[in-house]
């Protein structure tokens, strides 16, 4: 009895406080697991990420600066952490974090998920999303975009899918948004989807699924037939959120729990 006591507390240490996963990472049916990061150690792992230091407003007229310091960019209490911040840094007026794995781990198809727990108020822009890696030769869109996840703070209960390529990028976006079943995405951790397969990808939230996209769909060139890489990033401003105002509360965290890809088995 006391053999049993002891096993159900460790598990109870090891699955109820997040910090320490057991090892393989469950498939959900009909995947299994290719790569993922579960962010428990103590610092960015370089072998799976790039950080994207920068002032590039990427076409958006965005108001950060990307840092990898770690006011910006950490990983702690099995978390990676994203943080935007209100400083004057590198001609910005805000500072935060982007990463990629853009050279280290680009994929074509599979399921792409990662539980996250985005930030909050006017002018914040958390983002999970994915850019075909072809984009040195052809440049954007035609590298395709796949977005798994968008909020912008002006709309706390709503998160966006959304698919830019030639002839639908930018506001002309192939994309659906989902409601929060009750009150601010921010208040809690949720996972964003995508299972991107040849000619279909379909978009989820916490397993619901709320769009798809295939090549008879969408309103010009489909370009998803190759490989892509992950983005993680945390954006200010920009012609879409709107801007920082009086009621930003800063700094803001984007909390990422886990990454996950899949890949059919066989």
Known sequence: MKKQWMALALAALVFGS????????????????????????????????VPEPGGKD????????????????????GMLVLEARREAYGGKEFTSARIKT????????????ARIRIPRGQGIWPAFWMLGADIRTVGWPRCGEIDIMENIGKEPDLVHGTLHGPGYSGEHGFGAPIKADSGAYADDFHVYAVEW???????YRDGVLYHTATPELVKGEWVFEHPFYVILNLAVGGY???????????????????????????
């Not at 397969?197 to 978009?203: A, D, T, V």
């Open 18 to 49: 997040g910090a320490v996963r057991a090892q393989p990472v469950p498939a959900p049916s009909g995947w299994a697991l290719d790569w993922h990061d579960e962010f428990d150690g103590t610092a960015l792992d370089r072998a799976k990420w």
């Open 58 to 77: 990427n076409g958006n007229n965005e108001k950060q600066f990307y840092t990898e310091r770690p006011e910006n960019l950490r990983v702690a209490g």
């Open 102 to 113: 853009a050279g280290l781990q680009e994929r074509t198809y599979g399921r792409y998920e």
């Open 197 to 203: 397969e040849p000619k279909r990808i379909r978009w």
């Open 240 to 266: 879409w959120p709107g801007y920082p105002d009086e009621t930003t509360v800063l700094p803001q965290q984007m909390l990422v729990d886990w990454v996950r890809v899949y890949k059919r088995p066989g």
